[in-house]
T-cell receptor
């Protein structure tokens, strides 16, 4: 069965600093990959997704992620964060063969210090 | 469009009581799902539906029932609430019959079982 690991439960960074949120997945077959963001007291919204093609995916709010098949990773990056990026970020995966089920990681809480 | 709506926003139950969490969407999405969110565990899929009349189990279905009589509505029923079901519940929907497309989330229902 597929699984998703987000190694960092919390990541504190200073405003305007770069950030990388790590995500590794486990699957023996091809997958689709997603990053979702959850702002305080809200539901989740999609940041970006990788389905096929270019391994560098650009999303909303200046975020991007790179799919690395050999390392089974899908790390999320932003070159300069803002206070408004304070949120929890979830990596998620679904199989090509069973795209009805999406499995989420445990989440990474990004806190931005002024 | 209202998007995905959930009622109630908050609920307190006693052990053994039953209740239904309501979820509705006005985007004519085929795919709908229910998740629970617990600290440090991300979102876990409870049940999902790829269209009216079709439902299937996710990762953690025990203690929950669903039905999908219309495209718009996907209620989640707790038959006999237990303290282990204290959680935040999110409903989501997406276009077409898979989760590959962007999932739209409701605002959540915070449930406490005493």
């Amino acid at each position: 069965a597929q699984s998703v690991t987000q190694l960092d439960s919390q990541v504190p960074v200073f405003e305007e600093a770069p950030v990388e949120l790590r995500c590794n997945y486990s699957s023996s077959v091809s997958v689709y990959l997603f990053w979702y963001v959850q702002y305080p007291n809200q539901g989740l919204q999609l940041l970006l997704k990788y389905l096929s093609g270019s391994t560098l995916v650009k999303g909303i709010n200046g975020f991007e992620a790179e799919f690395n098949k050999s390392q089974t990773s899908f790390h999320l990056r932003k070159p300069s964060v803002h206070i408004s990026d304070t949120a929890e970020y979830f990596c998620a995966v679904t199989l090509y063969s069973s795209a009805s089920k999406i499995i989420f990681g445990s989440g990474t809480r990004l806190s931005i210090r002024p | 469009n209202a998007g995905v709506t959930q009622t109630p926003k908050f609920q307190v139950l006693k052990t053994g009581q039953s209740m239904t969490l309501q979820c509705a969407q006005d985007m004519n999405h085929e795919y709908m799902s229910w998740y629970r969110q617990d600290p440090g565990m991300g979102l876990r899929l409870i049940h999902y539906s790829v269209g009216a009349g079709i439902t299937d189990q996710g990762e953690v279905p025990n203690g929950y029932n669903v039905s999908r009589s219309t495209t718009e509505d996907f209620p989640l029923r707790l038959l006999s609430a237990a303290p282990s079901q204290t959680s935040v519940y999110f409903c989501a929907s997406s276009r077409q019959g898979t989760s590959v497309n962007e999932q739209f989330f409701g605002p959540g229902t915070r449930l406490t079982v005493l």
